[in-house]
């Protein structure tokens, strides 16, 4: 307790552009390695940069979100960045004119609400990826992801605890990706995060020695790495063990520590210059109207229209506005079937049941809205039961089938004959008389085991209440 943490954060969000910050490469995640490079994106000579408009669009999006004040005249910079996954040598960034500053984001942790501020927004491309490959005891390279568009976040030092560091990486993904800057994926890095961490005596105004965590890309490991590095530098402090340094760290997630990868380069390191090849990009009143009214609907305004327009609880509208997916599918499904309750129990109860179940998480549910409505429109017109219905959307997420041809062409149709129903309980009845006699003797759980009897018989295609009511009414 003699010590407090004081952490600043770096959080890299790739944007969602279809091709790269400086020249027509695709963007995408996922295809083969060096696959989409091109002489520009690799920086050789006698290919000058031309910059992507939705890439600034989606940043000037990430300012309004983040409360930030905008550059009217936004530059761009080289800064000496010699890496092997850096072709060109230097990274296009911005330094002396970045696309803003003076933001707030706030968050909410145990101890109550509260505002973190952030020193600068600015537009950089991104660096390509090493592998490792230990069989061959070589490094590779690949340079795809070399330019991709991307925003780096930089917070003031404001943050004291890991939880107020995850609140505010989660209140990011929420703010970016409802406004579509990105798709905040940190298992496909397009949302990383760098920690910059020192300690000091409670009640010191003097930072202490810092080190820089880098590329971390999961919210359980940052929350390891700084409750261990914070340690390690106490324990530094408190028995001389070791000499703190200003480096860079990387954290092994194996082994549960970070290690010394660098020294940490300061501002006159990376000898930072104005980049004669990009013009100056004037940002005006009317250019930040068009893209403040182009924002999709933000997650709190969604959470508002759910609660207090469409009726739903507090708590199934956190959840649908966890994820900018969920939130899409809900309205997607609301479209063809408008009952907002129906759909969201679909979606939290059965959806992400499956989706779970198939290791997919909230971001990755990918599901045909249309065919996900018509299976709650055929129970909700008795054509079909639930149990059927569950059935059929585990068919829809796997095969894309199409659920009402698909009833049709298996005879899964609901079986609303009551005689059939009334006949097939007396059987049941007859064949199971001494769980009769027991459930008349008391045993009231034995009722359920007579419905789902009576349910098998006919291959689980009647009406569940109407097989409750006429079973009651024999069984009295």
């Known amino acids: 307790m003699k010590y407090e943490t004081v952490m600043g954060l770096e959080v890299h969000v790739e944007l969602a552009t279809e091709t790269k910050l400086f020249c027509s490469c695709s963007a995408k995640f996922g295809a083969d390695a060096n696959e989409n490079v091109c002489p520009a994106c690799c920086g050789m000579p006698g290919t000058p940069p031309v910059t992507?408009?939705?890439?600034?669009?989606?940043?000037?999006?990430?300012?309004?979100?983040?409360?930030?004040?905008?550059t009217p005249v936004m530059t761009f910079d080289k800064k000496n960045y010699f890496y092997p996954?850096?072709?060109?040598?230097?990274?296009?960034?911005?330094?002396?004119?970045?696309?803003?500053?003076?933001g707030w984001v706030e968050i909410e942790t145990s101890e109550g609400r509260r505002k973190i501020t952030l020193a600068q927004i600015h537009i950089e491309e991104d660096a390509g990826k090493l592998v490792h490959d230990n069989r061959i005891g070589a490094s590779l390279v690949d340079f795809n992801r070399t330019?991709?568009?991307?925003?780096?976040?930089?917070?003031?030092?404001?943050?004291?605890?890991?939880?107020?560091?995850?609140?505010?990486?989660?209140?990011?993904?929420?703010?970016?990706?409802?406004?579509?800057?990105?798709?905040?994926k940190m298992q496909e890095g397009s949302m990383r995060c760098d920690v910059n961490i020192?300690?000091?005596?409670?009640?010191?105004?003097?930072?202490?020695?810092?080190?820089?965590?880098?590329?971390?890309?999961?919210?359980?490991?940052?929350?390891?790495?700084?409750?261990?590095?914070?340690?390690r530098q106490i324990n530094a402090l408190e028995t001389g063990s070791e000499a703190l340094v200003q480096e860079t760290r990387r954290w092994d997630d194996n082994i549960g520590e970070t290690f010394s990868m660098r020294e940490k380069e300061g501002v006159a390191d990376y000898r930072y210059f104005p980049n004669p090849e990009i013009m100056p990009i004037e940002i005006d009143d009317a250019w930040i109207s068009y893209v403040r009214e182009n924002l999709p609907e933000p997650a709190h305004d969604k959470f508002i229209r759910l609660t207090e327009k469409l009726?739903?609880?507090?708590?199934?509208?956190?959840i649908i506005i966890g994820s900018k997916n969920l939130a899409d599918i809900f309205d997607g499904t609301l479209k063809h079937f408008d009952n907002p309750k129906e759909v969201v129990n679909w979606i939290i109860v059965e959806l992400l049941s499956i989706a779970k179940g198939d290791n997919k998480g909230e971001d990755d549910i990918k599901i045909d809205c249309r065919k996900f409505a018509k299976i709650m429109e055929l129970v909700d017109n008795k054509t079909i039961n639930r149990a059927v219905a569950k059935k059929l959307l585990l068919l829809v997420w796997k095969d894309g089938i199409d659920p009402e041809q698909y009833v049709e062409e298996n005879q899964l149709g609901m079986v609303?004959?009551?005689?059939?129903?009334?006949?097939?309980?007396?059987?049941v009845l007859v064949e199971q008389a001494s769980s009769v006699e027991q459930y008349k003797?008391?045993?009231?759980?034995?009722?359920?085991?007579?419905?789902?009897q009576v349910m098998k018989k006919l291959a689980g295609k009647a009406d569940p209440k109407a097989i409750n009511e006429l079973l009651a009414k024999h069984l009295e």
């Open 198 to 231: 020192s300690v000091r005596e409670k009640g010191s105004s003097e930072l202490g020695t810092r080190t820089e965590i880098k590329n971390m890309n999961s919210l359980k490991a940052i929350a390891s790495a700084i409750a261990f590095e914070s340690g």
């Open 311 to 318: 009726g739903l609880s507090d708590y199934d509208s956190n």
């Open 147 to 184: 330019s991709v568009p991307l925003v780096e976040i930089v917070s003031n030092p404001d943050f004291r605890t890991a939880e107020e560091v995850v609140a505010y990486l989660e209140k990011l993904r929420v703010l970016l990706s409802f406004a579509g800057v990105s798709d905040c």
């Open 441 to 452: 003797a008391g045993n009231t759980k034995l009722f359920n085991f007579l419905v789902g």
């Open 416 to 427: 609303n004959d009551t005689g059939l129903i009334e006949k097939t309980i007396k059987d």
């Open 52 to 70: 992507n408009k939705k890439a600034v669009e989606l940043a000037l999006a990430a300012a309004l979100v983040t409360n930030s004040k905008i």
């Open 85 to 102: 996954d850096l072709p060109s040598g230097c990274q296009i960034t911005q330094l002396f004119a970045p696309i803003c500053r003076d």
